[in-house]
């Protein structure tokens, strides 16, 4: 079977697409990352994908006058890639219903926290001034509500004594990186069992 379609959409440096490029290399992986979107013409994402070959467009949010007509555009550049399955990385935007309804179970996301713990920004902030003793990342479908979604994997870290947010931010990071490629192993499988059309 054909490894199923994935598109990245992200905003920032890109160490996690980094991550998913090298584990759809393995010749067994069931996803191929064919198309990468960034809202942000300067991210690093950008130059790590033409770097791999892979078709990069840059789609800035900001002339849309709304943020349908914004995911209206990115829905229109996702079919015209084929892509059959979503995964935001840093992707810094949040999307309107129907274009959540519209990707309904093949749109991913990661997450700096154990889910349902910690949502929104300024997590390593939030887990810091809660005392917790753990943290980690979370892989979860999109829906919706912010960082709500059914849980596909997560992986913990301990929250060690002195942390920064900036030290627990690179520890959670690290995990991310193995985190993500498993999670997408995961759907992509089920997706290829169930024609494409939906994962669980």
Known sequence: MKPVRTAVLLSGRGSNLKALIEACR????????VLVISNVESAGGLAIARDAGIPAKVIPHKPFP????????????????????????GFMRIHSAWFVKR???????????????FKGTKVHEQVLAAGAKESGATVHF????????????????????GDTPETL??????????????????VAQSMLKRGNERAV
């Open 103 to 117: 990707w309904e179970n093949r749109i991913l996301n990661i997450h700096p926290s154990l889910l349902p713990l």
């Open 66 to 89: 709304s943020r349908e007509a914004f995911d209206a555009e990115i829905d229109a550049a996702l079919r015209a890639a084929d892509v059959a399955l979503v995964c935001e990385a």
């Open 142 to 161: 999109i829906v919706a509500e912010l960082d709500s979604g059914p849980i596909v994997a997560q992986s913990k870290v301990p929250v060690l004594e």
């Open 169 to 186: 931010a690179a520890r959670v990071l690290e995990t991310e990186h193995e985190l993500y490629p498993q999670a997408l192993k995961l």
């Open 26 to 33: 393995a010749p067994d992986f069931p996803a191929e990352i």
